[in-house]
């Protein structure tokens, strides 16, 4: 229970730090951990014209593999079906343009990859 505890917390943390470093990017975020039914997308920005749905992936040491890596195809999907859930229930339309990308943390060195998988 602790272990899951302080995960959790370890996450939020790291989601902040992304939210931040997006931020002084010039992306406006919109949401923190958006939940529905199919899952969990960590933040949700507006970047010009496009939405943007990030997934926030941190690791300590090259151990357990590249943080990047962690968002394998079955995340993707995962991700997709709530992207399609937010626009569907929030944005009211499946026409706006839209990005996924990843947020590493791996250590103290942030990677950010734009458009890092297409929508499945």
Request: with cysteine; net charge neutral; hydrophobic share 35%.
């Given at each position: ?5 302080n995960?959790r917390?370890?996450g939020?943390?790291?989601e902040e730090?992304?939210?931040r470093?997006l931020?002084e ?7 923190h951990?958006?939940?529905?039914r199919?899952?969990e ?5 507006q ?23 962690a968002?394998d195809?079955?995340?993707q ?5 709530v ?8 944005r009211?339309?499946?026409?706006i343009?839209?990005?996924?990308d990843?947020?590493?943390?791996d ?13 499945r």
């Amino acid at each position: 229970m602790r272990e899951n505890y302080n995960k959790r917390r370890l996450g939020g943390f790291y989601e902040e730090q992304a939210a931040r470093y997006l931020e002084e990017q010039g992306l406006a975020i919109l949401e923190h951990n958006y939940r529905c039914r199919f899952g969990e997308i960590d933040l949700i920005a507006q970047d010009g014209e496009y939405l943007v749905f990030v997934e926030v992936k941190y690791r300590s040491s090259r151990h357990s593999g590249s943080p990047l890596a962690a968002v394998d195809a079955a995340k993707q999907h995962v991700i997709s079906r709530v992207a399609k859930n937010y626009l569907m229930t929030c944005r009211r339309s499946v026409d706006i343009p839209c990005r996924f990308d990843v947020v590493g943390f791996d250590g103290d060195e942030i990677t950010w990859v734009k458009n890092a998988f297409d929508y499945r």
